[in-house]
């Protein structure tokens, strides 16, 4: 799928989102900040990701605040900066219930 996300400094992208529902944390690939200069901001506190294969992928020590566009639907979130290999953006499993029938 693809969604339109807006950076603070007003730059616009279009980007691959996977709605994962076995995600636990909307995240964006780290190496998409690095590469398009996304700003991102640290959080207090920091926890550590698994892959599916329950191999550890990293600690999550910042976020990156963005507002997206799914689909007609805008909103503002705050993202984990996180290694998604191939993907720029996996939405969470919370995130598909909320909006689930506002994108579908």
């Not at 989102?17 to 780290?30: E, F």
């Not at 207090?44 to 689909?71: E, M, Q, W």
């Not at 984990?80 to 993907?87: P, Q, S």
């Amino acid at each position: 799928m693809q969604v339109d996300i807006k950076m603070k400094n007003r730059k616009k992208l279009r980007i691959e989102t996977l709605v994962d529902s076995g995600c636990t944390h909307t995240g964006i690939n780290k190496q998409l900040v690095k590469d398009k200069k996304i700003k991102t901001k640290p959080i207090n506190f920091s926890f550590g990701t698994y892959n599916v294969d329950r191999t550890k992928n990293g600690d999550i020590t910042k976020v990156a605040p963005l507002k997206v566009k799914i689909n007609g639907h805008r909103e503002y979130i705050e993202v984990a900066v996180i290694d998604l290999n191939r993907m720029d953006i996996f939405l969470e499993y919370d995130w598909l219930i909320k909006h689930n029938s506002e994108v579908s």
